[in-house]
């Protein structure tokens, strides 16, 4: 027995593997064991003929219906990424889970990375709008401040439905098919004299984008210094550019309020000295392309309002939620777009009103912009350069590069730090994958499947390896309140479409309808509608006595332990409206009358106390 052990010491290797000897035994069952290879603790010892009888690794020719072949590569992910933890919740904005060799970790995006935006791509169907429900789920729950612009609906609608009971004073819901109650939005009301550049050029820009086809320089030239002149007009509106340039005694008490003398001076020089036919000649296109969506009655009344019913800036800065409804379905795409990149352009007009403010009182707001392309602009560079340091962060999201154009795609490109990838067209991949190298090849992003994705994300500032990972599965609302959400809505933001009709009417010069009554003398001042006051009164009655469970993301696979919901202000707070005081200068011209507007009255609200819940599944992130 020892000569037996001797001779296989010559394998050994020091401080490597080797053989040793073990207790030698001479019971007749262990010694039939042996002969048998039948090993009860062990398991059994097989040469490798027997091995490879009885295991080999599988091959595409093997059809056993046991085996799932994997089609899609897959990553592993940094070690590093932002993964879920018992009490980082808050921090995280919690997307989906990883799946690599079977290890399935819960990651999401830190909110400090957010800053340097997301750019999410993907075929219609593959898991964007679910990506950005679920990004926008953390933010409603941990009391985040954020806005939404959905050309479908889908997605704001989905959004309204995971609203809880202590947010719906919190909600803005922006939707220009309720045409029974046209919310305000003027384009034109600035806080901000410096701005009146910026805002012409985005408002020339959206219209330039729209009507691509039939734009002329000279069209353009009109149209900026129309818009310039309106700015310093008070009261104006987006309907008062065809009453400048057909109307000439409003053209006079426009021009008497222009400060720019660059501005007045085209119009009291240049402008003044064209004949009735190169004027009429010249301002023909420009009536064409304004009244190609101001004649539109749903969004006539929408931005024939001279005051704006709700406050972007306020909204920022208090952490509300803005929440717009652009269904092309139901309001076209032309008026869809228009009213989409103008909202754009006052998001990002009210984040850079913020440089009055320290920087570190500046409250981190989302803006999710899903088919963005539809809203961008050429100087939409401008917003993702410059909008992190305002405190305002971006999430877009499209189907394929080709949509956007070359000014648009390459400020996403160079500005945007988190790109997540779903399946993709092979026109896009070959472009795609050089950020996704070396980890992914071409074929890799075309042949994902739905829901999983390709990711390469900002870390703490730093660039990250692309990795592969599959979406969360979104939970079902624990309550749908999206009934009371619209109704306080209306109450608070529009107005009946008869009252908005007469004032329109009023302040664009339009005639009055004979059956109308003449519209008010005064201000008019919201009173309470009966149907929605009723309505409200109503769901309020439905609603049980029990608030709506606070939410809270805290459990996502089996066996995650969930946090307390976060502790909510004491008291009430105000919440200051927008001052709709009509301002205009006083002197010698101090006795013209201002065009009435729409004050709205402050509103006070106290945040409902909440109760919690549980409920399990795997892989769904747990409402509590």
């Known amino acids: 027995m020892q000569a037996l052990v001797g001779a296989f010491k010559q394998f050994n290797t020091t401080n490597l593997n080797g053989f040793e000897s073990k207790s030698p035994s001479f019971n007749r069952d262990k010694q039939l064991e042996y002969r048998t290879r039948f090993f009860i603790d062990n398991g059994y010892i097989l040469n490798i003929e027997e091995l490879a009888s009885l295991f080999h690794l599988p091959h595409t020719t093997v059809e056993t219906p046991n085996i799932v072949w994997a ?21 995280l904005s919690l997307l989906g889970v990883t799946n690599f060799r079977g290890t399935n970790t819960v990651f999401g995006f830190r909110r400090e990375d957010r800053g340097r935006h997301v750019y999410i791509l993907g075929q219609t169907g593959t898991g964007k709008s679910g990506a950005l429900e679920l990004l926008t789920l953390s933010d409603i729950y941990y009391d985040q401040g954020f806005a939404v612009i959905d050309p479908h609906g889908d997605y704001a609608q989905h959004v309204l439905n995971f609203i809880p ?31 009146k550049g910026h805002i012409s050029s985005e408002l020339v820009g959206v219209l330039k984008r729209l009507f691509a086809d039939s734009w002329g320089p000279r069209l353009e030239y009109i149209l900026r210094y129309s818009l ?26 426009v021009i008497s309020y222009i400060d720019d003398p660059v501005v007045k001076n085209f119009w009291v020089t240049e402008f003044a000295s064209w004949n009735d036919k190169f004027a009429s000649e010249a301002v023909a296109p420009v009536l064409n392309k304004v009244g190609a969506f101001t004649a539109n009655p749903m969004i006539r009344n ?22 717009v409804n652009l269904s092309r379905g139901l309001m076209g795409e032309d008026n869809a777009g228009i009213l989409g990149a103008m909202m754009v352009t006052k998001i990002q007009l009210a984040a850079m009103g913020r440089a009055d403010m320290p920087q570190e009182e500046r409250k981190p707001f989302y803006l999710y912009v899903d088919e963005f392309q539809n809203f961008a602009t050429d100087s939409f560079a401008t917003i993702l350069s410059e909008a992190r340091k305002y405190g305002l962060n971006l999430t877009v999201a499209n189907q394929y590069i080709s ?64 990795f592969s990972a599959k979406t969360l599965n979104l939970p079902m609302p624990p309550d749908d309140l999206t009934n009371r959400i619209i ?26 309808d004979s059956r109308s009554q003449p519209a ?45 919901a976060p502790p909510m202000p004491n008291g009430p707070h105000k919440t200051s409206e927008p001052d709709n005081k009509p301002k205009r200068r006083r002197g010698k011209r101090g006795g013209r009358k201002n065009r009435n507007g729409a004050p709205q009255a402050n509103q006070t609200h106290n945040p409902a106390p909440s109760n919690s819940s549980s409920s399990d599944h795997e892989q769904v992130i747990h409402l509590r």
Do not use: W
């Open 403 to 466: 949509q956007m154009s070359e000014p648009v795609r390459n400020a996403v490109f160079g500005n945007v730090g988190t790109i997540v990838c779903f399946r993709i067209s092979p026109d896009d991949a070959p472009l795609l994958t050089k950020y996704f190298e070396p980890q992914f090849e071409p074929g890799d992003l075309i042949q994902q499947h739905s829901r999983h994705f390709v990711t390469t994300m900002m870390i703490s500032d730093e660039k990250a390896a692309a």
């Open 165 to 195: 009971q202590r947010r719906l004073e919190d909600v803005v819901y922006f939707n220009p098919a309720d045409t029974d109650y046209p919310i305000g939005f003027n384009p034109l009301e600035i806080s901000d004299p410096s701005l």
């Open 487 to 512: 109704a306080l809505s209306r109450e608070r933001y529009t107005q009946e479409r008869r009252v908005v009709e007469e004032l329109v009417r009023k302040n664009s010069g339009l005639a009055m």
């Open 302 to 323: 929408i931005i024939g309002q001279t005051k704006s019913t709700f406050n972007i800036r306020q909204i920022m800065d208090e952490g509300k939620i803005l929440v």
């Open 520 to 564: 008010q003398s005064t201000p008019y001042v919201a009173q309470p509608k009966p149907q929605v006051q009723a309505q409200i009164n109503q769901l309020d009655k439905i609603a049980t006595q029990t608030p709506t469970p606070s939410a809270q993301i805290g459990k996502f696979i089996a066996g995650t332990i969930n946090q307390p």
């Open 71 to 91: 089609t899609t590569k897959t990553a592993e992910p940094p070690s590093n990424v932002p993964i879920s933890q018992p009490g980082n919740e808050r921090d």
């Open 228 to 253: 310039l002149a309106l700015l310093d007009y008070p009261n104006s509106t987006m309907l008062d550019i065809t009453r400048l340039l057909t109307d000439k005694k409003f053209r006079a008490e």
